[in-house]
Nanobody, 119 residues
Framework: QVQLVESGGGLVQAGGSLRLSCAAS????????MGWYRQAPGKQRELVAV???????NYADSVRGRSTISRDTAKNTVYLQMNSLKPEDTAVYYC?????????????WGQGTQVTVSS
């Protein structure tokens, strides 16, 4: 089984910064894509940013230029540095990875970490 544990969420004022971390653990043979998604109250879960095993990245238009996703392959950890935060960034942020574990290739999700941006 593969587990994802997120950390780094919290309350921050508009214009501030946060760094989210997510570590994958368990029986992992390899990981392809790692990334972050978010879900605001009453809205669908949406992609924030992803990074492939080769280091290619993709960002949602709403965070591009304000956020940086990075990955420590040796530690099976992905980070999301978010700057110039806005109230509309308030959401539960979920870590996701596409990993090869005991059940083969599948997607795994973390429990989520709350990010609240006050105006």
């Amino acid at each position: 089984q593969v587990q994802l544990v997120e950390s780094g969420g919290g309350l921050v004022q508009a214009g501030g910064s946060l760094r989210l971390s997510c570590a994958a653990s368990g029986t992992i043979f390899s990981i392809n894509v790692m990334g972050w998604y978010r879900q605001a109250p009453g809205k669908q879960r949406e992609l924030v940013a992803v990074v492939t095993s080769l280091g290619d990245t993709n960002y949602a238009d709403s965070v591009r230029g304000r956020s940086t996703i990075s990955r420590d392959t040796a530690k099976n950890t992905v980070y999301l540095q978010m700057n110039s935060l806005k109230p509309e960034d308030t959401a539960v942020y979920y870590c996701n990875c596409n990993a090869n574990g005991p059940a083969g290739w599948r997607d795994y999700w973390g429990q989520g970490t709350q990010v609240t941006v006050s105006s």
